[in-house]
């Protein structure tokens, strides 16, 4: 069974760039057809999805990260990544990783989530 588990710092700094990992295990991020997304929760708030990675290495934003995420990926690794430029507070939540069979909704195989505050 596929397993993901994301790592990247806990504490940012405004107007840094994020950069989280999720590492995949039991599956290869190259296997067809599947989608790799970034997911988040900001708290008391909804999940948003951020964006993903085909297993092509086709990537996919949403229109209001576009101009600030990117997704690649290191096949040798079986991970890919997520980076987020320009944070502010607003960009602190719980990340999370996950794999669908279409680019966006449903997923059925998450990251466990790791907490990303931005504060100075």
């Known amino acids: 069974q596929v397993q993901l588990r994301e790592s990247g710092p806990g504490l940012v700094k405004p107007s840094q760039t994020l950069s989280l990992t999720c590492t995949v295990s039991?599956?290869?991020?190259?296997?067809?057809?599947?989608?790799w997304s970034w997911i988040r929760q900001p708290p008391g708030k909804g999940l948003e999805w951020m964006g993903a990675?085909?297993?092509?290495?086709?990537?996919y934003y949403s229109q209001s990260l576009k101009s600030r995420a990117s997704i690649s990926r290191d096949t040798s690794k079986n991970q890919f990544t997520l980076q987020l430029s320009s944070l502010t507070p607003e960009d602190t939540a719980v990340y999370y990783c996950a794999r669908g069979s279409v680019v966006v909704s449903p997923f059925p195989y998450w990251g466990q989530g790791t907490q990303v505050t931005v504060s100075s």
């Open positions: 039991g599956g290869s991020i190259t296997t067809s057809s599947y989608y």
């Open positions: 990675i085909a297993y092509s290495g086709t990537t």
